[in-house]
C-alpha cells in the first residue's frame, strides 16, 4: 500500500474519532482509540516506539519515542493542544529526520474540526 492511501485511511480515522468524541481528552486517549481504529483496519501499528540516536559517537537507547509508527513508515505525533505552533512543526520533522522517514502526520484533536487540526509533514519526500 502507497504512503499515501495509508495516510489517507489514518485522516478518515481520525475524522471519525473526532466526529465521535470531540475536542478535550488527553493525548493519551487518542493515541490508543486511533492505534485500536487502525489495526481494525487491517493496518500495521507500533505505539510509543523509542528510536536510539547516535550523536557525538555516543548512542542513547530511546532518545525519543515516536507517538504511533503505521506500517513501519508513516509516523503521527498526536497533540491535544488549543493551537499547534512552530516547535511542533520542528519535532516532527526531526523525527522523520532521525527515523529517515519521507511523511508524518501532524495530528492535534483539539481543533473545532479535526480537518483544521491535520498537518502533513514531508522530509524530502518522493512519491512511490
Same mark, same amino acid.
Given at each position: ?9 489514518? *485522516?478518515? #480515522? ?5 466526529? &465521535? $468524541?470531540? @475536542?478535550?481528552?488527553?493525548?493519551? *486517549?487518542? &493515541?490508543? =482509540?486511533?492505534?485500536?481504529?487502525? #489495526? ?15 550523536? !557525538?559517537?555516543?548512542?542513547? &537507547? ?6 504511533? /509508527?503505521?506500517?513501519?513508515?508513516? =509516523? $503521527? #505525533?498526536?497533540?491535544? *493542544? &488549543? ?9 516532527? /520533522?526531526?523525527? $522523520?529526520?532521525?527515523?529517515?522517514? @519521507?511523511?508524518?502526520? $501532524? /495530528? ?7 480537518? !483544521? ?9 518522493? @512519491?512511490?
Amino acid at each position: 500500500m502507497r504512503i499515501d492511501e495509508i495516510s489517507a485511511i489514518v *485522516v478518515d #480515522e481520525c475524522i471519525s474519532i473526532h466526529r &465521535e $468524541l470531540g @475536542p478535550g481528552l488527553f493525548e493519551s *486517549v487518542y &493515541e490508543t =482509540i486511533l492505534a485500536g481504529g487502525l #489495526e481494525a483496519r487491517g493496518l500495521k501499528v507500533a505505539r510509543q516506539v523509542p528510536v536510539p540516536l547516535i550523536f !557525538d559517537n555516543h548512542a542513547f &537507547e530511546a532518545a525519543f519515542k515516536i507517538d504511533i /509508527l503505521v506500517d513501519d513508515r508513516l =509516523i $503521527l #505525533e498526536i497533540k491535544s *493542544v &488549543e493551537r499547534l505552533d512552530k516547535a511542533h512543526a520542528r519535532q516532527l /520533522l526531526t523525527y $522523520l529526520r532521525i527515523f529517515k522517514q @519521507p511523511v508524518g502526520l $501532524l /495530528l492535534n484533536f483539539s481543533e473545532a474540526t479535526m480537518k !483544521d487540526g491535520i498537518r502533513r509533514m514531508v522530509n524530502d519526500y518522493k @512519491p512511490e
